[in-house]
């Protein structure tokens, strides 16, 4: 009897297993590889080549305290953490961020920011650790400098302490040269933001293994959801890769003028030139990775920068975000003008070519979705997030700092 009620409650939950599956799709041998490329997850930690502290746990410690000291802005209010909220997926809830002014752009999350080669919703920074170095000496942002970036860790006893731990020599650095080291430090904690493993990558591992109980755990919504992304929608080809982008920059259809409200009528509108603007800043840039500041110059990752060049089509675009941990991201584009996912879903069906690049590319084309489609692409971008401890490790690698260098 007891062998009996086994089985039968086998296949009940077999049953329930065959009655989800069929409301999910059947994947073809083209979709399969493509979902398999968006993994696996999370992706091996290679050090950056070019910051010789990438990877060590004391310039982490260091990275993690500079990340949230408000002293290395001009005024002493703002810090990195106060547009990069641990909270918000390490963005931030306002559409455009405030530093020192309003700025034009919402604040990027800075999960798996390690994966990226090119940093800036334009690009105009190539490596994480100058990245790091734009908003302290932006005059909109956070209006700092070098010497009083400086002056704090050769002054302040516990950044002082923390800096000789780094590099003992650190006090006797050039102002510039500690510039960089702080910068360093900061992406060398930020490299440790990695977004966690989620039902969608369960998923994408049962698919590899033919593991077909297993994928009936993924719910058949954000199957066919997923069904639409790597099929009609075309959606990776431009989210592509583990991290789901190919790190590269394109038109999506948005408005190029920066509308602040409260101006006062026949104000000029201003342009936000995109990738066109970051492409000249990147190069003239002395913290590029074709300046003294690399670690490695012999390193690929120098590359990009030798042959980027500046085009007429370049106007307008914008990094192609990663798409990991967005539910906690709102509101999302370079802008922050589109306040939740499903207005983001709504922007590429309803896609208004005409806004598009004439001479660019013609990968965008409206998708033209009925609702139940929307709400399948929806439940599978949701499956994408998981829960995640960056926010309580951050606070660990403090509480450590302290300890060390009290």
């Known amino acids: 009897m007891r062998l009996f009620r086994l089985v039968a409650g086998c296949l009940l939950i077999a049953a329930a297993g065959f009655a989800q599956a069929a409301d999910a799709p059947v994947f073809d041998a083209a ?14 930690m290679v050090a950056d080549r070019s910051n010789r502290l990438s990877g060590r746990p004391e310039a982490i410690r260091l990275g993690a305290v500079l990340f949230g000291d408000t002293r290395l802005s001009g005024n002493g209010a703002i810090s990195c953490q106060s547009c990069h909220q641990p909270q918000h997926g390490w963005s931030e809830a306002r559409a455009r961020s405030e530093g020192l002014q309003r700025l034009d752009r919402n604040a990027p999350g800075l999960l798996n920011a390690r994966l ?20 302290i000496l932006a005059h909109t942002e956070m209006g700092g400098s070098a010497a009083a970036t400086a002056q704090l860790l050769r002054n302040d006893p516990p950044l002082a302490c923390l800096a000789r731990h780094v590099d003992p020599a650190a006090a006797a650095m050039e102002d510039a040269d500690l510039l960089v080291l702080a910068a360093k430090a900061m992406a060398a904690f930020q490299e440790t933001l990695v977004s966690p493993r989620t039902a969608f990558d369960d998923f994408r591992d049962a698919l590899a293994a033919s593991d077909r109980i297993a ?15 790597t099929g009609r929608g075309q959606c990776g080809t431009c989210h592509s890769g583990p991290n789901f982008s190919n790190g590269e920059f394109h038109d999506t259809g ?17 342009v936000d030139p995109g990738r066109h603007g970051g492409i000249a800043q990147v190069k003239v840039n002395p913290f ?3 300046g003294r500041y690399n670690d490695d110059p012999s390193s ?3 590359i990009p920068i030798r042959h980027v060049v500046q085009l007429h089509r370049n106007w307008g675009e914008f990094k192609v975000p990663g798409l990991r941990n967005l539910i906690a991201t709102a509101p999302y584009m370079h802008d922050g003008s589109k306040a939740d996912l499903h207005a983001v879903i709504r922007h590429y069906s309803d896609l208004d070519e005409d806004r598009l690049h004439a001479d660019g590319e013609a ?44």
């Open 31 to 44: 979709q399969t590889r493509r979902i398999l490329s968006h993994g696996p997850w999370p992706p091996e």
């Open 215 to 229: 994928m009936t755990r993924y719910p058949a919504a954000a199957q066919r959801g997923l069904a639409l992304f």
């Open 363 to 406: 990968i965008l084309k409206p998708l033209n979705l009925g609702d139940a489609e929307m709400a399948d692409l929806l439940a599978f971008l949701e499956s994408l997030s998981g829960p995640e401890d960056s926010a309580a490790r951050y606070q660990a690698l403090r509480a450590e700092a302290a300890r060390v260098c009290p």
């Open 116 to 135: 990226q080669r090119w940093f800036g919703w334009d690009g105009a920074n190539d490596s994480l650790w100058a990245a790091s170095i734009r908003p």
């Open 288 to 290: 590029n990775l074709l």
């Open 300 to 302: 690929p990752a120098a």
């Open 254 to 270: 948005l408005p190029f003028f920066i509308g602040d409200a409260g101006q006062p009528p026949g104000t000029p509108r201003r």
